[in-house]
Every structure is written in C-alpha cells, then in structure tokens.
C-alpha cells in the first residue's frame, strides 16, 4: 500500500533529469548529524529537517532519516545513527499511543541501544 499526504502535493524540488529508482527498504539520511538522531517520515520529513536547522543555531548537530517505509523498516540504519549520536527523538501526526513511532522506539530499545528517547505525535 502507498500512502501520500495531500499537503506535499504544492512541494517543490529538484527531480533527476535521467531514470531513476528509489530503493524499497531503504532509510535515507537527509542529513547528517552527531548530537541527535531524528526520525521522521511523510510530511514530517520537511519539519524534521527545518527543525535540525534551528537546532544547529544553538550548537547541536541533528541526524534527520526518514525512513522511506515502515514496512519492511530500515532499522539497521535508525539503530546505527542512534548509537553514534545517543538520543533519539520520533516525529510523527499519527496519535502518541499506538502509532508506529511507537514501533520505532522498540526497535531501538529492542538493538539494546542505550539512548535518550522521546517521541513528538499528535
């Protein structure tokens, strides 16, 4: 199943001239970072990323991924840029209770990560 959010319809960015593919799985980090890892898929990607920039004002050097798909998660790259930066924040509009930011956190917790973490929902 693809799910889109309508408010990315208006979006604009750069798009390769030549064919291209995004690989199915696969996390991307939208930038790198060492303080703090930041989880954020969907729409949440761009407030995640704007976000990371206000941070990096104050000195702190946020880790944005967006994760692509949720399943099959890309949790190998979540847990690593988790135990490079030791915290760990989840931004998502789903609810707190029961929303899949919840699968993130165990995800990590279950790697026997040992972070800092919390999560942002609606």
């Not at 761009?46 to 000195?59: C, N, Q, R, T, V």
């Not at 190998?76 to 699968?103: H, P």
Request: glycine share 8%; with cysteine.
């Amino acid at each position: 199943m693809f799910i889109e959010h309508k408010l990315l319809y208006a979006t604009k960015g750069e798009v390769p001239q030549n064919s291209y593919s995004i690989p199915f799985g696969k996390a991307d980090v939208k930038r790198k970072g060492t303080d703090l890892t930041i989880v954020a898929y969907s729409k949440m990607v761009l407030d995640a990323l704007e976000a990371a920039g206000e941070l990096e004002k104050s000195g702190i050097d946020a880790e944005v991924i967006d994760p692509r798909t949720l399943n099959p998660l890309d949790s190998v790259t979540i847990v690593d840029s988790v135990r490079k930066t030791g915290r760990l924040l989840v931004v998502y509009e789903a609810c707190r209770f029961g929303g899949f930011g919840a699968e993130i956190v165990a995800t990590v917790c279950d790697a026997g990560v040992n972070a800092r973490i919390r999560r942002v929902a609606s």
